[in-house]
């Protein structure tokens, strides 16, 4: 038990809707970050939150978007579904600190668009 | 892209040594090495890092050679519990650049 949850576990929904997904983070950590991982794959990094700001992102599209709440939890939203977001989306927790900064994963929520 | 080598599959009887192969030849100074394994469909759990010097924690050891290019992460005493797939990442720590990079893995299998 790494102490991050994350909701829904799974989630069904039909191509150009919208989803939220939520990500609590472990105690003391400021730090989070979401990854997708479709099918066969390693997880790929989307972005990263640390203190309500991003900071730092990969080459994902602008209608995936995120937010960090004041209590270091945080959302991912993707607009517009398309039939490849289905995925396992992974949220991580860390520190923010330089030298123990280690990511501690949650369960995923598990997304699958018709 | 990944900047470490792993092989795709390795079998373990149980009970026995589990001895995982990492090549990280272009490694900076400042990069650390992660290990994290996932078992089938549920989040990758942290294993072990190091950065020059050996590591063991209760899970596993980390066997780093001295120019750093290559890692091995034992298990022990593996269990069919192991059972997984395991990551070698190489990191800065910390900040924007501290994102992890997941290569294919290696997937274990460990065998009664």
């Known amino acids: 038990e790494t102490g991050v949850t994350q909701s829904p576990t799974h989630l069904i929904k039909t191509r150009g809707q919208q989803v939220t997904l939520r990500c609590s983070s472990q105690s003391g950590h400021n730090t989070v970050s979401w990854y997708q991982q479709a099918l066969g794959q390693g997880p790929q990094f989307i972005f990263q939150?640390?203190?309500?700001?991003?900071?730092g992102r990969g080459n994902f599209p602008p209608r995936f978007s995120g937010l960090q709440f004041p209590n270091y939890s945080s959302e991912l939203n993707v607009n517009a579904l398309e039939l490849d977001d289905s995925a396992l989306y992974l949220c991580a927790s860390s520190p923010g600190t330089v030298l123990t900064d280690t990511q501690y994963f949650g369960p995923g929520t598990r997304l699958t668009v018709l | 892209d990944a900047k470490t080598t792993q092989p795709p599959s390795m079998d373990c009887a149980e009970g026995r040594a589990a001895n995982l192969p990492c090549n990280h030849s272009t490694i900076s100074g400042n990069e650390y090495v992660y290990w994290y394994r996932q078992i089938h469909s549920q989040g990758p759990q942290y294993i072990i890092h190091g950065l020059k010097n050996n590591e063991t924690n209760e899970m596993a050891s980390l066997i780093i050679t001295e120019d750093r290019k290559s890692s091995t992460l034992i298990l022990p005493h593996a269990t069919l519990r192991d059972t997984a797939v395991y990551y070698c990442?190489?990191?800065?720590?910390?900040?924007?650049?501290?994102?992890?990079?997941f290569g294919k893995g290696t997937k274990l299998s460990v065998k009664p």
């Open positions: 990442i190489v990191r800065v720590a910390g900040g924007s650049q501290g994102n992890l990079i």
């Open positions: 939150y640390y203190r309500e700001e991003e900071n």
